[in-house]
Each structure stands twice: as structure tokens, then as C-alpha cells.
């Protein structure tokens, strides 16, 4: 044990020497907990062996978490002391546990990777290589519908978020309806290559209004917001990324009026 720990938050590793672990979790003909399987794994991954008690009914299920004074399950026991839940047992194994508002940059990275992926399988497709000047055009051009696709889930969620920053929604609140549907529409026509007199102006008017608008927010005044980018339920900050987003559409516009 290291120095200055106490029992109760001992090095995850010293509790391997036990190898074996409890576990109490609803298994039902109508429910099976997806927490209760996911410590099972965990205890397993982790090297333990688990004696895994099923509790089979509602009425089991409140009569165990009577006794045993807790309010959910699963419930995970090692060398007879009770660890928790399933967020309990990754802490005890130094896993990270998001906290509830935790900020994450995990959906954008998401977006951009895989829509890099497509870009390029399109290209190699298309052009038998990956490595085109296409394969960037639809990378930005994925993008945007990838991006629009998170906001159109919850369009009423997404346009309340992005009331707190964008200039013209401030104005005219109708335009945080209409902009998931004028992304993906400029998207869905760049993919295509065609009537690019429309792509390119609905691309270049969101972009710079949305560039302007989180510009003036994040740098300007400082302001502390979530970004609507990949929809309102999101925890991605604003600044850097909506920023890239609405300058790869501008980008993206400019390029096709120069070509």
C-alpha cells in the first residue's frame, strides 16, 4: 500500500491479490441492468473471479438494497467491503467517471475522424487513391451533414442552445430552426457537385455568420458557453471547434467560387 493511503481508498492493485469479488444485480425475464453487466465485465477484465447474485424480482431487489442501506444497484463487494455501483468500481480501479456538465471534446473528434475516413474510402473509391483533392472537398462537405444529422435530432434543444450566441438567432429566433437544415442542404449538394449556386452562398452566409457570432463570444467577450455544433444535448465548449466548423464552410465556399 503506498504511503498516506487509507483502507477505504486503497491502490486498486492491492485488492488483485483477493481475485475474487461479489456482485449483486438485477437480472430479470423483463430487465437485466446494463450497469450490473458492465461491472461484470469490469471485475473480469480486472482479473477477478465473481460470485454473481442474481436478484430476480422488484421485490428482492428492494429487500436487498434495504439490508444493505444502499439506494441502486448494482452493488459490488470486494474482500467483503462494499465498493459501490458501477461508476464506484471504476473509480476504485482509477478509471475516470464523468462528472454530470463534465465539458469533452469526444463527439467532435468523432465526427471529424470518421467523416475523414469516409472522405478518403470515397476518394479511393472514385479515383482508385485516397489522397485527392475531392477526397478534402468531401471531407468538409460529410462533415457538415454528419453535424447537421446531431442537430436535426433535437432541433428544439439545439435552437435554444444556440440562442446564447449566435448574433442573427438572437434576432430572428426562427433562424436556429432553419440552419441544421441550410447545413445539411449545402452538405448534401456539395457531395454531389451540383447547383452549386446554391451550396455555396447558403455555405459562405451560415459560416460567416457563425464564425462572427462565436468569435465574438469566446474571444471577445469571454463567455463560457456549450456548443450547439453536435446538437443541444452536447458538453463540447465553444471556441476552437465551432469555429473550425463554420470556417471550413466558408472555406469550402470560397474554394468552389476560385475553381
Given amino acids: 500500500m503506498r504511503r498516506g493511503m487509507t483502507q477505504d481508498k486503497a491502490d486498486p492493485m492491492s485488492t488483485h491479490a483477493e481475485k475474487t469479488a461479489e456482485l449483486y444485480r438485477m437480472v430479470m425475464s423483463e430487465h437485466t441492468c446494463p450497469y450490473g453487466l458492465k461491472a461484470l465485465d469490469l471485475l473480469k477484465r480486472n482479473g477477478f473471479e465473481v460470485d454473481d447474485h442474481w436478484l430476480r424480482s422488484h421485490q428482492e431487489t428492494e429487500t436487498f438494497k434495504s439490508t444493505h442501506e444502499v439506494k441502486t444497484t448494482p452493488q459490488v463487494f470486494i474482500a467483503g467491503r462494499r465498493i459501490g455501483g458501477y461508476d464506484d468500481l471504476r473509480r476504485h480501479f482509477g478509471k475516470h467517471v464523468p462528472e454530470a456538465g463534465e465539458t469533452s471534446y469526444r463527439p467532435v473528434i468523432a465526427v471529424f475522424a ?107 467577450d469571454k463567455r463560457e458557453l456549450k456548443c450547439a455544433c453536435v446538437g443541444g444535448a452536447s458538453n463540447v465548449p465553444l471556441g476552437f471547434v465551432s469555429l473550425t466548423e463554420n470556417l471550413m464552410m466558408v472555406a469550402m465556399a470560397v474554394w468552389m467560387i476560385v475553381m
Avoid: H
Fill in 114 to 220: 470518421v467523416t475523414a475516413l469516409m472522405a478518403l474510402a470515397a476518394s479511393q473509391a472514385a479515383f482508385g487513391t485516397p489522397l485527392t483533392v475531392r477526397a478534402v472537398e468531401w471531407f468538409i462537405a460529410f462533415s457538415m451533414c454528419v453535424l447537421a444529422i446531431l442537430k436535426l435530432q433535437d432541433v428544439e434543444r439545439f435552437s435554444t442552445m444556440f440562442l446564447n450566441y449566435d448574433l442573427l438567432a438572437k434576432r430572428w429566433v426562427r433562424y436556429g430552426y432553419v440552419y441544421p437544415f441550410a447545413e445539411v442542404l449545402a452538405g448534401i449538394l456539395m457531395i454531389g457537385g451540383v447547383l452549386s449556386w446554391i451550396s455555396v452562398p447558403v455555405a459562405l452566409f451560415i459560416g460567416t455568420i457563425g464564425a462572427v457570432s462565436v468569435f465574438k463570444a469566446v474571444y471577445l
